[in-house]
């Protein structure tokens, strides 16, 4: 099983531009994250999905966008990236909503937006 | 609502010490807890999680906590630091909100010392 897989692992935009981060997970989970990492202020959800076909916004989901199209994949979307958008990425999956599930991440996408 | 505090964003340890990383949460209902450990330039995995039950738990690596309801506190231990325990550490809390709603503390670097 690869688990967690995040594509790209890094990327430099210019404000303005768009772009979309993949994630895909080979366990069958249900639920899917995405998060945002800034230093100082530990990691912050930004949409999540409780299953193919749906998602919801999360903590800080303002300029993002996200899909769920199959049920192995997430996609996070950044319309017209801002420098306040600069973070690392990471997507995380677990099998339902029990809070003692744990959750299984990616290892990250590095984005600087110039 | 829920929250965690980490006390002190770095802790530095020779190698062979002991490590004490501190968290303190809020929580509205009987919580569950959790630290996750980042190794440089990779994503978070579990080191252990309290659900019920017996209070002090222990993880991989040879960490291990102690649940104290009447402190309110997880505290994270390791009689004697190695070398390959130099990362960040972050103590969360989940609660159930239809999905698994984790909240991450903002993270304490260990450094160990040779």
């Known amino acids: 099983n690869a688990g967690v897989t995040q594509t790209p692992k890094f990327r430099v935009l210019k404000t303005g531009q768009s772009m979309t981060l993949l994630c895909a997970q080979d366990?069958?989970?249900?639920?899917m994250y995405w998060y945002r990492q800034d230093p100082g202020m530990g990691l912050r959800l930004i949409h999540y999905?409780?299953?193919?076909?749906?998602?919801a916004k999360g903590e800080v989901p303002d300029g993002y966008n996200v899909s769920r199209l199959k049920k192995q994949n997430f996609l996070l979307g950044l319309e017209s990236a801002a420098p306040s958008q600069t973070s690392v990425y990471f997507c995380?999956?677990?099998?339902?909503?029990?809070?003692?599930?744990?959750?299984?991440f990616g290892p990250g996408t590095r984005l600087t937006v110039l | 609502a829920q929250s965690v505090t980490q006390l002190g964003s770095h802790v530095s340890v020779s190698e062979g010490a002991l490590v004490l990383l501190r968290c303190n949460y809020s929580?509205?209902?009987?919580?569950?807890l959790f630290w996750y450990v980042q190794y440089p330039n990779q994503g978070l995995q579990l080191l252990l999680k309290?659900?019920?039950?017996?209070?002090l738990v222990k993880g991989i690596n040879g960490f291990e906590a102690e649940f104290k309801k009447s402190e309110t506190s997880f505290h994270l231990t390791k009689p004697s630091a190695h070398m390959s325990d130099a990362a960040e550490y972050f103590c969360?809390?989940?609660?159930?909100?239809?999905?698994?709603?984790?909240?991450f503390g903002t993270g304490t670097k260990l450094q160990v010392i040779p």
């Open positions: 995380a999956s677990n099998l339902g909503a029990v809070r003692d599930d744990t959750q299984y």
């Open positions: 366990m069958n989970h249900e639920y």
């Open positions: 999905s409780v299953g193919e076909g749906t998602t």
């Open positions: 929580s509205s209902v009987p919580p569950y």
């Open positions: 309290y659900t019920t039950g017996a209070t």
């Open positions: 969360a809390v989940s609660d159930n909100q239809g999905y698994q709603k984790v909240t």
